[in-house]
């Protein structure tokens, strides 16, 4: 099964075409990404209509590639899954009316993707990882642990209470003057930095919910950069690798208290551990959970950097999970600036939100 899968949800415009064989294993035939963080570097953060007609603008050159590079044309195809939120809804608008008009033409299933669940999902395309999972979500918009049943079955278990983790780190490379997108930058300085010259609170340490928090770390590192201001490169290092090191201890605490929860109350065993969305690019983060899977015996998957953050393989595979599935959406699917993958799940404060990247 080949399904065209195309992205929009912010600022970065793709699409990929990815095959599901019959096992449910899956492969990646085509996967292009462009990325507009030229066009709004000038503003320090993303402009949502400068975002919207940078889509329009490249959107059907980016299918033609996609298709091209696979060595496909629409009559190969079995399905055109496009990512109908949550994110900045005039991107959205672009990405699923164009798989709409494609469906419409050429007579294609739509698959109306939820954005967090192709992030959800990816772990099976890439190491066809078996359901149930527990999922550490970390992205620019959303901080959140999900028990991962099945297809469409997602149960939240904790979320942040204030901040999200990619969000942190923009806003602390906004304080440091490293530029945006932020999480790359800072992780970059903190290779360089000593992680104990600062240190910055381990927010919801040893707490018994799930949940997270960031903002107040993200004042500390705001006080320690007015202490010592003006900074030099030195400092700038040493604050990002503190920070980074802060974060990694409380998303470790985090997870292993699900990983300990699951199996006590819940009495669930056999399920491994999957990280996915942009900060899971983050190397210290990855590090610290597959030390910490690892001694607790838990199997630890975490997708290539390049499929954690945003693109379209992982929107065409999530439309190919839910195709193999009959899952299928009708030409009146609508956009959605909000969408939460557990809908039963009451919303904390801070969910839910267009994130640091809007
Ligand atoms: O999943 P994603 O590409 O977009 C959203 O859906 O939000 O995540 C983007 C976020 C940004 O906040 C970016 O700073 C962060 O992921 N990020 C990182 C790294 N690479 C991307 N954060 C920390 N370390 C990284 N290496
Ligand atoms: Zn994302």
Redesign the pocket.
């Known amino acids: 099964m080949l399904v065209l899968g195309i992205e929009t949800?912010?600022d970065?415009t793709a699409a990929a075409i990815v095959e599901r064989r019959d096992d449910g294993s899956g492969r990646i035939a085509s996967n292009i990404v462009r990325s507009q963080d030229a066009e709004h570097a000038p503003y320090g953060g993303i402009v949502p209509e400068i975002a919207a007609r940078a889509h329009v603008n490249v959107l059907d050159t980016l299918i033609a590639r996609a298709m091209k590079d696979a060595g496909v044309n629409f009559a190969s195809l079995q399905g055109v899954a496009a990512a109908a939120g949550p994110?900045l809804v005039g991107g959205v608008i672009v990405g699923l009316t164009t798989a709409k008009a494609i469906a419409l033409v050429h007579n294609l299933p739509l698959l109306a993707i939820n954005?967090?669940e192709a992030?959800a999902l990816t772990a099976r395309l890439t190491d066809n990882v078996k359901f149930p999972y527990l999922l550490l979500l970390?992205?620019?918009?959303?901080t959140q642990l999900l028990w991962i049943g099945d297809v469409g079955q997602y149960r939240r278990l904790g979320s942040t209470l204030d901040d999200?983790?990619?969000?942190?780190?923009?806003k602390v490379?906004k304080l440091l003057g490293l530029g945006?997108?932020?999480?790359?930058?800072?992780?970059?300085q903190a290779a360089a930095g000593d992680a104990t010259r600062f240190a910055f609170p381990r927010p919801m340490l040893g707490r018994d919910d799930l949940n997270f928090s960031f903002s107040g770390l993200k004042t500390a590192v705001r006080q320690t950069v007015q202490t010592n201001a003006p900074l030099d490169g030195p400092t700038i290092a040493d604050i990002a690798a503190s920070f980074?090191a802060a974060v990694a201890e409380s998303v470790q605490d985090r997870v292993a208290r699900a990983i300990a929860m699951l199996r006590d109350d819940e009495g669930r065993k056999g399920f491994s551990l999957v990280v996915?969305?942009?900060?899971?690019?983050?190397?210290?983060?990855r590090a610290g959970l597959k030390t910490l899977a690892e001694r607790l015996g838990v199997p630890f998957i975490v997708p290539p950097?390049a499929l954690?953050?945003?693109?379209a393989a992982t929107i065409a595979w999530a439309g190919a999970e839910r195709l193999a599935r009959g899952l299928v959406d009708d030409l009146g699917a609508a956009p959605r600036a909000r969408w939460a993958l557990d809908e039963k799940a009451v919303p904390l404060l801070g969910s839910g939100r267009l994130?640091?990247?809007a």
Not at 164 to 170: N, V
Not at 276 to 285: D, H, P, R, Y
Not at 308 to 311: A, G
């Open positions: 949800t912010c970065e994110g954005h967090l992030h970390v992205s620019g918009g959303h999200a983790l990619g969000e942190a780190f923009d490379a945006f997108p932020g999480g790359p930058l800072v992780s970059a980074e996915a969305g942009g900060v899971a690019a983050n190397e210290k983060l950097p954690c953050t945003d693109n994130g640091a990247k």
